[in-house]
């Protein structure tokens, strides 16, 4: 599904005239490009005569991401969670945390008796990126194998790509090694290293990882570093 700031709008207002009564100020609606935080709400809390923090919050924002595709019903899900935080904000009530106890109470309110899938996170590993986003990208990738059987995958920064070489050279631990171009969207939330360390992954991920590098079009095993 493509987001948009009219379906945004659309479904906030429908939303608000379902389960909040109407009563929720409309926020400032628009699209971010996150990629940990599928949804975010923001606000500013008015000050007291005497300089400390009142309990009024205004100027709302809220911001769906559209980083990675998502049915309508996710974006459904989460302009949900983020409505529950806005309502929480906007009376002023306290919460034992940011996903406390009230929150929870509400969250399961919708979920049991409006049929809502609301989370209190959304994992976003094993979701796929928007094509747009994608263009143009690609990443060094060092997939190496231990002596005691550990795999390991991760992103390389270029700049150190020779020196990581050379540290390789020089470990006994360390089996057998590759270099890798990959487009592969699942590198998108890994840190670009400047030194041996990474994700380990089962055995049998990380063989699919090797077949899908050497299949791709991207595939240099003799990567220049």
Not at 35 to 50: A, I, M, S
Not at 52 to 66: F, I, K, P, T, V
Not at 178 to 185: A, C, F, N, R
Request: aromatic share 14%.
């Amino acid at each position: 599904m493509k987001l948009t700031q009219e379906w945004m709008t659309t479904w906030f207002d429908e939303f608000n005239r379902l389960y909040f009564k109407s009563e929720l100020p409309r926020p400032r609606l628009y699209i971010s490009h996150a990629r940990q935080r599928l949804g975010c709400l923001g606000y500013k809390v008015r000050k007291t005569d005497n300089g400390h923090s009142g309990a009024q919050a205004y100027d709302y924002r809220l911001g769906l991401s559209n980083y990675y595709i998502l049915q309508e019903w996710d974006y459904q899900n989460i302009l949900l969670h983020e409505m529950i935080h806005l309502l929480i904000a906007h009376n002023g009530w306290q919460d034992s945390s940011v996903h406390g106890t009230l929150f929870r109470q509400l969250r399961d309110r919708l979920n049991h008796d409006c049929g809502w899938a609301i989370r209190i996170s959304y994992p976003t590993r094993q979701l796929t990126v928007n094509p747009q986003f994608m263009q143009g990208k690609t990443f060094l990738v060092l997939a190496l194998q231990t002596r005691d059987g550990k795999y390991m995958l991760t992103v390389v920064n270029r700049n150190y790509g020779a020196e990581l070489k050379r540290q390789l050279a020089r470990l006994k631990s360390v089996e057998s090694y590759g270099w890798y171009l990959s487009s592969d969207p699942y590198f998108l939330d890994f840190p670009q290293v400047r030194s041996l360390r990474g994700r380990m992954v089962s055995r049998e991920f990380y063989e699919e990882k090797i077949h899908q590098f050497r299949t791709a079009e991207l595939f240099s095993q003799g990567v220049d570093l």
